[in-house]
């Protein structure tokens, strides 16, 4: 498995944040037969989560690998790792490579059509550590990444994250920036991200 050696990535530029994005990551064929495999291959679970004191059925099917047992916590769902795969792992030593680290724990989100959806939020749990370095590889249908500051109301971005693409956060971005995969009444194919975090 190889990615676009010569495809480099473009900071975002946005204050109070470090975010790198790199369109072509993987290239578009070898991505088109990641997302099968791990369309197929991954054991994919809907939890519910707890929302102002109701609960949903939520808006994706997630699936969590790490190379250890630490189990991850959010929004009131604990979940436990499973083994690497062949195909998470080479992934991970790509990602690794690209972000100089050793990253222990793999988020899998699928988003099956317009209707799944992930909400504003910031990857802050305590568990990933006070500056976390968090990765991001989608693979499938291109959808928007919005972000918006914190405490300046005017700071918003939005990205297309396109199929084989990596995205980076890191440094202080968690704490004053949060994100959403926001849903879409387009027809829409499904997309798989995968996130790479450190638990250690």
Same mark, same amino acid.
């Not at 946005?14 to 072509?24: E, R, V």
């Not at 910031?122 to 972000?147: C, M, T, V, W, Y």
């Given at each position: 498995?190889?990615?676009?050696?010569?495809?480099?990535?473009?900071?975002?530029?946005?204050?109070?944040?470090?975010?790198?994005?790199?369109? @072509?990551?993987?290239?578009?064929?070898?991505?088109?037969?990641?997302?099968?495999?791990?369309?197929?291959?991954?054991?994919?679970?809907?939890?519910?989560?707890?929302?102002?004191?109701?609960?949903?059925?939520?808006?994706?099917?997630?699936?969590?690998?790490?190379? @250890?047992?630490?189990?991850?916590?959010?929004?009131?769902?604990?979940?436990?790792?499973?083994?690497?795969?062949?195909?998470?792992?080479?992934?991970? @030593?790509?990602?690794?490579?690209?972000?100089?680290?050793?990253?222990?724990?793999?988020?899998?989100?699928?988003?099956?059509?317009?209707?799944?959806?992930?909400?504003?939020?910031?990857?802050?749990?305590?568990?990933?550590?006070? @500056?976390?370095?968090?990765?991001?590889?989608?693979?499938?249908?291109?959808?928007?990444?919005?972000?918006?500051?914190?405490?300046?109301?005017?700071?918003?971005?939005?990205?297309?994250?396109?199929?084989?693409?990596?995205?980076?956060?890191?440094?202080?971005?968690?704490?004053?920036?949060?994100?959403?995969?926001?849903?879409?009444?387009?027809?829409?194919?499904?997309?798989?991200?995968?996130?790479?975090?450190?638990?250690?």
């Amino acid at each position: 498995m190889q990615n676009n050696q010569e495809i480099q990535g473009f900071s975002l530029h946005l204050p109070d944040a470090d975010i790198t994005y790199y369109p @072509n990551f993987i290239a578009q064929e070898e991505a088109t037969t990641i997302f099968e495999t791990l369309l197929n291959e991954t054991p994919w679970q809907q939890d519910d989560i707890k929302v102002f004191g109701k609960v949903y059925a939520q808006p994706r099917l997630t699936a969590l690998y790490g190379t @250890n047992q630490k189990s991850y916590s959010y929004s009131n769902i604990e979940m436990i790792p499973h083994p690497l795969t062949v195909t998470l792992n080479d992934l991970k @030593n790509l990602v690794d490579q690209t972000c100089n680290t050793d990253f222990t724990t793999l988020l899998l989100n699928y988003y099956r059509d317009g209707k799944d959806s992930n909400g504003w939020h910031a990857d802050n749990e305590k568990e990933l550590g006070k @500056n976390p370095l968090i990765a991001s590889l989608s693979f499938g249908q291109e959808r928007f990444f919005h972000l918006k500051h914190r405490t300046n109301k005017t700071l918003k971005h939005k990205l297309l994250l396109q199929h084989g693409s990596l995205l980076v956060m890191k440094g202080e971005t968690q704490h004053h920036w949060l994100h959403q995969i926001p849903k879409t009444a387009k027809q829409i194919q499904g997309r798989i991200n995968i996130t790479f975090r450190i638990i250690a």
